[in-house]
Each structure stands twice: as structure tokens, then as C-alpha cells.
């Protein structure tokens, strides 16, 4: 099983940038997804979860009418949709697929807020 992300780059405040992650060697189903982030200096903090329904999403206070998390269950793929961008947003994120007993990560990618 492979998560590989894209998306990561600099971008000013009040931007957007949409991260992907693509799934291989599984499927959605019966599985969680959640995206995490890691200012540098940081602890890995939880940002937003979608269940196994494809429907039901969770947002730390943080993010929470800014970012949106979801997936397309027929191209294998999950997505973290960020909305106007803030300074502090500036982080290492990483997607994550729980399945079971099993966790699976994506291999991180950089998002960077400046003007």
C-alpha cells in the first residue's frame, strides 16, 4: 500500500491550494482519512478527518471553514481543498489512511504561506 502526495508550494496569504494524495494496493473502503500537518519545530497535529462514509468530516478549531477534506473513491484519490491561507498554515502536511489495523502515511509535502 502507497500514499503519494502532491500539491506542496509557496503561496501568498488569502490563497488557495488544493493538496492530493493517490492511493495504490488498497481502496476507501472501510478506511478513515485524515490530514496532518507539522510547523517546523512542531508536533504532528490532526487537522481534518473524513470517515469511511465518504461523508462525515471532523476540522481542528484551526482550520475548520477554511480547509476541506474529501476523496474520489474511482480515482483512488483524497484531497485536503485549503481556503484563504494563513501565515501559520505554513507546514509539512501529510495524509494519512487508517484501515483496519493498519495506518498508512503519505510521504509529506510542503506548504509555505509568505507574501
Known amino acids: 500500500v502507497q500514499l503519494v502526495q502532491s500539491g506542496g508550494r509557496l503561496v501568498q496569504p488569502g490563497g488557495s491550494l488544493t493538496l492530493s494524495c493517490t492511493l495504490s494496493?488498497?481502496?476507501?473502503?472501510?478506511?478513515?482519512i485524515h490530514w496532518y500537518r507539522q510547523p517546523a519545530g512542531e508536533l504532528r497535529e490532526n487537522v481534518a478527518f473524513l470517515d469511511s462514509d465518504g461523508v462525515t468530516t471532523m476540522y481542528d478549531k484551526s482550520v475548520k471553514g477554511r480547509f476541506t477534506v474529501s476523496r474520489d473513491s474511482a480515482k483512488n484519490m483524497m484531497f485536503l481543498q485549503m481556503n484563504n491561507l494563513r501565515i501559520e498554515d505554513t507546514a509539512v502536511y501529510y495524509c494519512q489512511l487508517k484501515k483496519g489495523y493498519y495506518i498508512y502515511w503519505g510521504q509529506g509535502t510542503q506548504v509555505t504561506v509568505s507574501s
Open positions: 494496493g488498497t481502496t476507501f473502503e472501510a478506511a478513515t
